[in-house]
């Protein structure tokens, strides 16, 4: 592999799309603005006991009001693409019927901002903030969301559709799935295999939906979605910890990427998986078969896996900081450049012709603002050895074209609240100021060949 310090742009191709990624709820604010109804996670958010530092992102970085600024920002760091979502309940404040058009039109804003500024804009129709009135009629474990996500996706794109050409239909599923339905660490906060089955299922159908509805509105559309993909391994080749890790990959990777792509639910790896056929209908399978243009892959880390004293049943994803030889981020995941290669291969080679992006990248390290810097080495360093593993990747022949770094700022991250920093830019959350961490400075210096601070 070539070392980073070989690599230039160029190396990427002039098509290659650079871009930064952010999503409604994290950096939006005016949670209560011009018509918008309340989401899961304000509701959550507002619940004592449910984010680290207590916060929430009524305000976050007030990217509604700020959005123009934020905007030249990108600009200036030298990328052409940004990525952000759509707020269901913005649009439609009931989930389904009356549009709120000050929702649509800040999106219509949005958009010709970055296209003013010569920036691409990259739309993920849910980045996780389901209006709080469909959790209320079961949200993601009711079926009939099928139908209120094709009703939401159609108005969004009736409205977007002249001017966006690249969408994605949902961000990382299993994060929210997990986190909202079978954990309960994330909004709405249930917990239940069951539920986390039938959420997984709707989902799954609504990825079609959400494309058809793209493809029907949008003439040469550039048509994905999102998936975390999470590398597995174990601690010792033993038969019971390849199990584990085979368990907790169908759980956590498989389930989502493979019903997609025509391969159905892996129901033969545990018995804890095989209860989503409950929630299948006749023609299910077929229903959730896309075919996407590109399949946005997001990488943060590999996990450690143990069995568990169930033979065979189930393992535990273990965080490899008890492993010792790797760096671990803030938020104690494993920091491994090479998992991101694995990532990609892992998309790569699943049937279907699609194109892959890297939409989010990134890392969460403890940040310090001292004298109007921040030196965040580490983030850097992270960077340089990813955008390594993807020039890897291409060079191998696989078909990345675009990578996100995540995030443009910091923002609020959901459970953590705002103890955890991602942006290339540091926000002060009290005055909004923004200051270019050295991490940005040196994108800006990679992509535009200015503006690296030594
Ligand atoms: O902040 C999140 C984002 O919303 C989804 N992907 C992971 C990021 C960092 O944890």
């Known amino acids: 592999m070539a070392p980073m310090s070989e690599l230039t742009r160029d190396t990427f191709g002039a098509d290659f799309t650079w871009g930064v990624a952010h999503a409604s709820y994290q950096v939006e604010g005016a949670w209560a603005a011009d018509g918008k109804s309340r989401s899961i996670w304000d509701t959550f958010t507002h619940r004592k006991g449910k984010i680290r530092d207590g916060s929430n992102a009524d305000v976050a970085c007030d990217y509604y009001h700020r959005y123009r600024a934020d905007t030249d920002l990108v600009a200036e760091l030298g990328f052409n693409a940004q990525r952000f979502s759509v707020s269901w309940p913005r649009i439609l404040p009931d989930g389904v019927g009356r549009v709120n058009q000050a929702g649509l039109d800040f999106y219509s804003r949005l958009v010709d901002a970055n296209l003013e500024r010569g920036i691409e804009p990259w739309v993920t129709l849910y980045h996780w903030d389901l209006p709080q009135v469909l959790e209320d009629r079961g949200g993601w474990v009711n079926r009939d969301i099928v139908g209120w996500f ?146 946005g892959v997001q990488y943060y880390c590999r996990l450690l896996v143990k069995p568990v004293p169930i033979p065979g049943l189930w393992g535990v994803p273990w965080p490899s900081r008890d492993h010792r030889q790797f760096d671990v981020s ?86 953590e609240g705002y103890t955890a920093r991602f942006g290339l830019t540091y926000v002060d959350f009290d005055t909004q100021e923004r200051t270019v961490k050295d991490s940005g400075r040196w994108f800006q210096q990679f992509l535009t060949g200015k503006g690296a601070r030594s």
């Open 150 to 295: 094709g009703e939401y996706v159609a108005r969004v794109v009736e409205v977007l559709g002249d001017r966006v050409t690249n969408w994605m239909v949902f961000n990382e599923p299993c994060s929210f799935i997990h986190g909202g339905y079978l954990s309960g660490y994330h909004a709405p906060g249930r917990r239940g295999l069951l539920k986390a089955l039938a959420a997984t299922h709707h989902v799954n159908l609504c990825q079609s939906v959400g494309a058809e509805t793209i493809r029907a509105g949008v003439a040469n559309a550039n048509v994905g979605t999102t998936q975390i993909i999470t590398p597995m391994r174990t601690e010792a080749d033993t038969p019971a910890h390849r199990r584990a890790a085979a368990v907790i990959d169908a759980f956590t990777n498989r389930i989502f990427l493979e019903p997609n792509a025509g391969l159905g639910y892996p129901v033969d790896v545990s018995p804890f998986i095989r209860p989503v056929e409950r929630y299948m209908k006749n023609g299910d399978e077929q229903a959730m078969e896309v075919d996407w243009d590109f399949i």
């Open 330 to 415: 803030g938020m104690g995941q494993e920091i491994q450049a090479d998992g991101l290669y694995e990532s990609l291969q892992r998309v790569n080679d699943l049937p279907g012709n699609h194109r892959l992006v890297v939409t989010e990248n990134g890392v969460t390290v403890p940040d310090r603002l001292v004298d109007g810097r921040v030196r965040d080495i580490r983030r850097v360093a992270f960077y340089q050895d990813h955008l390594a593993e993807v020039a890897r990747a291409r060079a191998d022949g696989m078909p990345v074209d675009g990578y996100f770094c995540w995030s443009l700022m910091d923002n609020f991250e959901w459970a």
